[in-house]
């Protein structure tokens, strides 16, 4: 049995009316009117319409978020260069970790050498990784110390 979701949208809907009945003789016939939807577009507004559905997108706090606040922040000197953009790197304390370069040096083609000085963030969870999320200016006198 068709309900009145299955039905397509431009289907017409038959409804039996009783007062159009027509008598002739002794027989009573019932025409059945015929009625098309209306589209949407075309029917008035409701007067209790439903209110829209609206997608809120958060703005960037001026707050450090969560991620940011789990990961201490180091400089460190390049010591070895690794495939797939990972190297060696020496932290001013004297560790020894394996830093790989962030989305934003890949896609801004920074180069980084060995001798280079650059900034590490460390993960306080695992702290023999971290990403270099900044390569550090030389000196003025030619020098990467």
Do not use: C
């Not at 039996?16 to 589209?39: A, G, K, N, Y």
């Not at 201490?72 to 060696?88: A, K």
Request: proline share 10%; aromatic share 8%; hydrophobic share 30%.
């Amino acid at each position: 049995m068709f309900t009145s979701s299955s039905i397509p949208f431009h289907a017409p809907i038959i409804h039996h009316r009783q007062p159009s009945t027509i008598t002739t003789h002794s027989f009573s016939f019932h025409t059945p009117t015929l009625h098309f939807r209306t589209p949407s577009f075309l029917r008035p507004p409701s007067l209790n319409p439903t209110p829209p559905t609206i997608f809120t997108v958060a703005a960037k706090s001026s707050t450090p978020d969560k991620a940011s606040e789990q990961k201490w922040v180091h400089e460190g000197l390049i010591t070895e260069s690794l495939p797939n953009g990972m190297f060696r790197v020496r932290l001013d304390n004297e560790d020894l970790i394996l830093g790989y370069i962030s989305g934003r040096i890949r896609k801004n083609y920074v180069r980084i050498l060995p001798g280079d000085r650059v900034r590490v963030e460390v993960s306080r969870y695992d702290s023999s990784k971290g990403r270099i999320v900044y390569r550090l200016r030389n000196t003025p006198g030619g020098g990467s110390s």
